[in-house]
C-alpha cells in the first residue's frame, strides 16, 4: 500500500495522559498537513510542513499540541495534558508541491476519544 | 474556520437519480476541490477545478465553478448506493500557503 498511512487507528485515553500519533505520507511527496475533524464537521486545518519544515501552524494548535518532521519524511503529532475537547479525528493529508494546484492524499485518520 | 458553506446538509435519493451539492466560499481561490469521506474513514480526493476553469468532468462527476459567484457545485449522475457518504468541498485559497479550508459537508444517502 502505498497510501498515506496513520499509526493507531484508534486511540482511548485518560484526562491529562500525552498521546503521540504517526503519519507516514507518500514517500515522494513534500508536503505534509495535520488536520482535525469533529462529528459532523469538515476537517480543520491545523499545520504543514514543507520537508522538514514547519511552515504554518493554526491558532488551533494551542501549545499542548507540538507536530514534528524531523527526516522530512513520517511526522509525529503531540497532545499533552488532553482534554475532553480533544476528542476527535486527526487526519494527516500530503501532496508534492509540483505547482499551485495539487492534490492532497488523507490518511484513514486516528480516532482520539478522551475519556 | 470553514470558509466554505455547503447546500444542502443531507440529500437522500434514490438510486439512479442525478445528486446536487452546492458551495459557496467566501476568498479567492487557487483552486476548489471535492472530497467524499465514508462514514469513520480518512478523505478520498474526486476531483480538483482551477480558478481559470469553469467546468470539469471525470466519470459519473461533473463539477462547475463560478468565481465570479464565489460557489462550486458537484453532480452525481446516475447515483449508486455505494454513492451514500459525505462530500465535502475544500478551497486552496490564494494566501494560504496550499492549505485547504473545508465546508461541512453534505451527507448523501443514496437508497437502493
Known amino acids: 500500500d502505498t497510501g498515506v498511512s496513520q499509526n493507531p487507528r484508534h486511540k482511548i485515553t485518560k484526562r491529562g495522559q500525552n498521546v503521540t500519533f504517526r503519519c507516514d505520507p507518500i514517500?515522494?511527496?513534500?508536503?505534509l498537513y495535520w488536520y482535525r475533524q469533529t462529528l459532523g464537521q469538515g476537517p480543520e486545518f491545523l499545520t504543514y510542513?514543507?520537508?522538514?519544515?514547519?511552515?504554518?501552524k493554526s491558532r488551533l494548535l494551542s501549545d499542548r499540541f507540538s507536530a514534528e518532521r524531523p527526516k522530512g519524511s513520517f511526522s509525529t503529532l503531540e497532545i499533552q495534558r488532553t482534554e475532553q475537547g480533544d476528542s476527535a479525528m486527526y487526519l494527516c493529508?500530503?501532496?508534492?508541491?509540483?505547482?499551485?494546484?495539487?492534490?492532497?492524499?488523507f490518511g484513514q485518520g486516528t480516532r482520539l476519544t478522551v475519556v | 474556520s470553514q470558509q466554505g458553506e455547503e447546500d444542502p446538509q443531507a440529500l437522500s435519493i434514490q438510486e439512479g437519480e442525478n445528486a446536487t451539492m452546492n458551495c459557496s466560499y467566501k476568498?479567492?481561490?487557487?483552486?476548489l476541490q471535492w472530497y467524499r469521506q465514508n462514514s469513520g474513514r480518512g478523505l478520498v480526493h474526486l476531483i480538483l477545478?482551477?480558478?481559470?476553469?469553469r467546468e470539469k468532468h471525470s466519470g459519473r462527476l461533473r463539477v462547475t465553478l463560478d468565481t465570479s459567484k464565489k460557489s462550486s457545485s458537484l453532480l452525481i449522475t446516475a447515483s449508486r448506493a455505494a454513492d451514500t457518504a459525505s462530500y465535502f468541498c475544500?478551497?486552496?485559497?490564494?494566501?494560504?500557503?496550499?492549505?485547504?479550508?473545508f465546508g461541512e459537508g453534505t451527507q448523501l444517502t443514496v437508497n437502493p
Open positions: 476568498t479567492s481561490i487557487n483552486n
Open positions: 510542513f514543507q520537508n522538514e519544515a514547519q511552515l504554518e
Open positions: 493529508a500530503s501532496s508534492l508541491r509540483a505547482g499551485k494546484n495539487t492534490e492532497a492524499f
Open positions: 514517500s515522494e511527496h513534500n508536503r
Open positions: 477545478i482551477r480558478s481559470n476553469e
Open positions: 475544500a478551497t486552496d485559497e490564494l494566501t494560504s500557503g496550499s492549505r485547504l479550508t
